[in-house]
């Protein structure tokens, strides 16, 4: 049971708070931090949901070759050369040749004569066994297997049934595209930011599903009059064949049935995952699969989805782990995590994994739940990555909660499943500086205690009962502060204790060249130093609370 | 924040550049394997650098970059094949920052910097795994597979899952190290 800590992006909704946590679809807004980007010109958080993302290349996933975006098109975004996915498992198919022949004299036969191996070749699933032989499929010679399979791919029915579908529309396409613009400014007006790779991908994603409940002839045809009386012009489509009459399988004739009806053994039928991208007519029959090429993977561009300034921007190379541009929120926001200290269990621990000696020890887990009715402490560690000292301040987003959580519930008395205490007043953490980077853990913190006379930010709890140490700044090295907080949960609480907290830190933008990298050129037009202060939400998961077990005395709920 | 991770002094070798190898883990052919420096090998794991490549000289079966993790119980073991009618072992290569989890089972051929391998991963004979790749537990990478950088595998056979985010290698390079400093002696009593 992890404790975890995410950050909230608003995905340009018009409402700066999040939704209450303990909402299933506050999920969506909330992210780790590494996931998300910072836009230095909008001052404010993005998210992989809200970025607009650009294709900056392709490649095969299993050769790495980079596909020229020119090419992509004409080879159907799959890989052109030799890289086959197993239509039976989904494993990369291997090219192997087959066996030398038997010349009776084992010496001899131990001798390969050529290095590549005898034809014909033919592919092979490492994982499944299956082979392409088996489908009838082999090759003369072990390079250049997509253009060999090309002429098989080409006479398909379903791919000639396409290319005549294209030629049909696209006369329709072409008037339409330079008609468009006029008739609906309105609908493409938020779509300002929307560019043809992301409109593609965005009917990609509206498409329907193949073979699913959508073709009707019979609805068809009625649209097709509909339309043919009204405005369109267009000729109605004749298909090369008609799907009901064709004698293969598939097509729910009479030969599906004779082949249902003869059935020993499940696995002769292919199963839906297997056939899901084939046409939607394609044979029922497992031993029809034919091997895939390989879809191509992208690498991708991520701009601001309102100043549209680019995030995220790879390296050419496909390869290449590295970026032109990345502006990852982790290097702006203090970086949060979150534990509950386990006071007596560490001796425990230590004992224990002593014991069963290990490397990939354990320990770390975090408790099993929080019981209702108790008190537990809490620690939050802040990680300030920018190169200058920064204030922080901590509030829990308790009005909304209670409003929004409170409200719906039919007993108003009922108080809140837990309470939430934490420091106040703003403390500060340190500036990060390279040199924490370095290798050795120990003795680099000569500066710990310099400021532990701000500790004062003790805890004035808000029950103002318990004045202890578990509330208020508890720790401070290098660019790390840990502080502590406590929640205090209900007798009768249940759920999880899942809250929203506000953060607000200031930092000084004085002197242009610290703020480079800091990110706010922008703003520092303005002469000497200035505070300034940027606020994020952050949702806080300690874990479910295990309710009290006996009976309660009161049965009204 | 994590808590530390103790183990018994007694256990661990820990060499001049910060390995610590378990005396419970079984290497073979020590001379063949090479260590970066702030490497763990945990108790039980095998490690066959005897597995050489036939031949005169000294040859190098397993190298490991820095701050990896051996977890317990895996078996690394150099891939091996027949060509041309010769059976050969082929030489393993391990980047920087790899963690690899308890009882997973390597035969790959290059695995790059800052990759993560789950627990009881099986990862087939010349599988070239490229940088800041995952694979998730409990995965089975079939032999002569590739995996890209920065891409999430997991299944059986693995398959291609998603992307991992853009920070990946600071995330994985700050968990190492931090694992690492966390990985710590207590004195036998």
């Not at chain 1, 106040?424 to 205690?449: K, R, T």
């Not at chain 2, 690899?100 to 790959?108: D, L, T, Y």
Request: contains cysteine; hydrophobic residues 35%; glycine residues 8%.
């Amino acid at each position: 049971m992890p404790l975890t800590l995410q950050y909230h992006c608003s995905c340009l909704s018009s409402k700066p708070t999040p939704p209450p946590p303990h909402l299933p679809s506050s999920a969506y807004n909330f992210h780790p931090l590494h996931t998300l980007f910072f836009c230095e010109e909008c001052d404010a958080v993005r998210c992989n949901h809200c970025v607009m993302v650009e294709v900056s290349g392709y490649y095969c996933p299993n050769c790495l070759f980079e596909v020229p975006s020119a090419s992509v098109r004409a080879e159907k975004n799959r890989c052109a050369r030799n890289c086959f996915l197993c239509p039976n498992c989904r494993n990369t198919l291997s090219v192997v040749p087959s066996d030398p022949p038997d010349t009776g004299d084992i010496r001899l036969s131990a001798i390969p004569v050529s290095a590549v191996g005898e034809p014909p070749f033919f592919l092979y699933c490492n994982h499944c066994r299956w082979d392409s032989a088996e489908v009838g499929i082999t090759f003369e010679k072990p390079t250049g297997l997509a253009a060999q399979l090309q002429k098989f791919e080409d006479s398909a029915p379903e791919s000639l049934e396409f290319e005549r579908l294209k030629e049909h529309f696209e006369p329709f396409l072409r008037a339409s595209s330079s008609s468009s613009p006029a008739h609906h400014p309105t609908a493409s007006s938020h779509h300002v930011h929307t560019n043809p790779i992301t409109a593609a991908a965005s009917s990609a994603i509206s498409r329907d599903v193949s073979g699913v409940a959508k073709y009707n002839p019979l609805a068809r045809s009625r649209v097709g009059k509909d339309k043919s009386a009204n405005k369109d012009e267009m000729p109605e489509y004749r298909s090369r064949v008609e799907i009901g009459s064709t004698s293969g399988l598939g097509g729910g004739g009479d030969v599906d049935v004779e082949f249902v009806k003869h059935l020993e053994d499940v696995s002769e039928v292919a199963n839906l995952e297997q056939r899901w991208v084939n046409s939607w007519a394609s044979s029922p029959r497992a031993s029809d699969l034919k091997p895939l090429r390989i879809p191509l993977l992208s690498k991708k561009t991520k701009r601001c989805p309102t100043c549209r300034h680019i995030l995220i921007k790879p390296e050419q190379k496909a390869q290449s782990v590295r970026y032109k541009i990345k502006l990852v929120a982790a290097n702006y926001l203090p970086a949060i995590a979150v534990a509950v200290p386990q006071p007596s269990s560490t001796e425990v621990a230590k004992r224990s994994t002593v014991r069963s000696s290990g490397g990939g020890a354990e320990a770390d887990k975090g408790p099993e739940g929080m019981l209702a009715g108790k008190t537990y402490p809490f620690h939050l560690s802040f990680t300030n990555p920018l190169y200058d000292p920064i204030q922080v301040r901590l509030s829990v987003q308790r009005a909304q909660y209670q409003a929004s959580g409170e409200a719906p519930a039919p007993e108003k008395a009922r108080r809140p499943p837990f309470a939430v205490s934490l420091p106040i007043s703003a403390f500060p953490i340190a500036a990060f500086a390279e040199a924490w980077e370095y290798e050795d853990d120990e003795d680099m913190f000569g500066v710990e205690d310099d400021e532990m006379g701000d500790a004062d930010v003790r805890s004035r709890d808000r029950e103002g009962r318990s004045k202890t140490k578990t509330v208020g700044v508890l720790e401070k090295r290098a660019n790390v502060t840990i502080v502590g907080g406590e929640v205090v949960i209900g007798k009768e609480a249940k759920g999880d204790v899942k809250f929203n907290m506000l953060v607000s830190y200031t930092y000084r933008s004085d002197d242009p060249g610290i703020d480079e990298t800091e990110g706010t050129p922008s703003r520092t037009a303005s002469k000497g130093p200035v505070m300034k202060t940027f606020s994020f939400y952050t949702v806080v998961d300690l874990g479910p609370i295990i309710p009290k077990e006996e009976p309660r005395p009161d049965p009204d709920l | 924040m994590d808590p530390p991770i103790y183990y018994s002094k007694s256990e661990f070798i820990e060499t001049d550049t910060g390995n610590k190898v378990s005396r419970r883990a079984t290497i073979a052919g020590p001379q063949n394997i090479i260590l970066g420096g702030k490497t763990v090998i945990s108790s039980g794991a095998i490690i066959r650098g005897d597995l050489r490549r036939t031949g005169p000289g000294h040859a190098v079966v397993i190298s490991l970059g820095r701050y990896c993790l051996v977890g317990e119980g895996c078996i690394m073991r150099p891939p091996y094949k027949t060509y041309r009618g010769n059976f050969n072992y082929y030489p393993m290569k391990i980047g920087d920052h790899v963690h690899i989890g308890a009882n997973s089972v390597v035969e790959a051929a290059t695995i790059g910097n800052h990759v993560e391998i789950g627990k009881n991963c099986v990862i087939g004979k010349f599988t070239i795994i490229k940088d800041c790749a995952k694979i998730a537990d409990n995965t089975i990478i079939p032999p002569n597979t590739v995996i890209p950088a920065l891409s999430l595998f997991s299944g059986s056979p693995g398959r291609y899952v998603g992307d991992l985010p853009e920070s990946t290698m600071e995330v994985v390079e700050m968990g190492t190290k931090g694992w690492y400093k966390r990985f710590v002696a207590v004195e036998d009593r």
